[in-house]
């Protein structure tokens, strides 16, 4: 059921990007099984969702992405520390695995996506050089990390996107390296601490008249 616009809004303005999250909080199994579900429905360019999302809970392994987050303390005191993983260079082979899942879901033949596949090959892999292809993944992943932050507002449940990390730091201490895919950003889940402050500072951005165009 859709949610009404005013609860939209209010979830918005209640999010921030929490500083400090309370270590004792965690997030109830169905609340982060919807979340969950809320990245794999992330939609894609083309679909082709070249991610993996790295859910991390291990105390151990989190408080070890301290040291790898500018020795912020967010992936340690959080609930579930998500990495976003992208694929380092997407092959024909992915494109065929996608194809195959397409037939599986909708019940319909290989052969009968051939047209769709000439294309994903021209557009994706042919048509853009691997560091090309690397970008167009990384800017996939921020679809999904907008998407889990509303999803999680929505939930009353608190977030902090993360850029300040070091992706090889990541990728070898979640054990990345030879999987294909490399970190690109984090995002820390949890329930905010009552200790931070940030948590009743004014929301700052720009009015509507700033921002918006009309045509």
């Known amino acids: 059921m859709p949610v009404a616009p005013s609860d939209l809004v209010s979830s918005l303005r209640w999010r921030y990007a929490t500083k400090q999250f309370d270590p004792n909080r965690k997030i109830a199994a169905d609340v982060w099984e919807a979340l969950e579900e809320s990245l794999i429905l992330t939609p894609s360019s083309y679909g082709l969702q070249p991610w993996r999302f790295v859910v991390v809970t291990t105390q151990e392994l989190k408080e070890q992405l301290v040291t790898a987050s500018w020795r912020q303390k967010q992936p340690a005191d959080c609930s579930h520390h998500v990495v976003f993983a992208v694929s380092q260079d997407l092959s024909e082979g992915d494109i065929d695995g996608y194809i195959a899942r397409i037939a599986n879901v909708r019940q319909v033949t290989a052969e009968s996506l051939a047209g769709f596949r000439k294309m994903l090959l021209g557009t994706i892999i042919q048509g853009m050089p691997a560091a090309a292809r690397a970008e167009w993944a990384i800017r996939q992943a921020y679809i999904a990390l907008g998407n889990l932050m509303t999803s999680a507002a929505l939930l009353g449940v608190d977030t902090c996107p993360m850029e300040g990390i070091e992706p090889q730091k990541y990728d070898d201490i979640l054990g990345l390296g030879g999987t294909g895919y490399t ?19 004014a929301k700052v951005r720009y009015g509507n008249e700033q921002v918006i165009l009309r045509r």
Do not use: P, Q, W
């Open 183 to 201: 970190t690109c950003v984090a995002c820390a889940v949890g329930y905010r601490a009552e200790s931070d402050r940030y948590a009743a500072l």
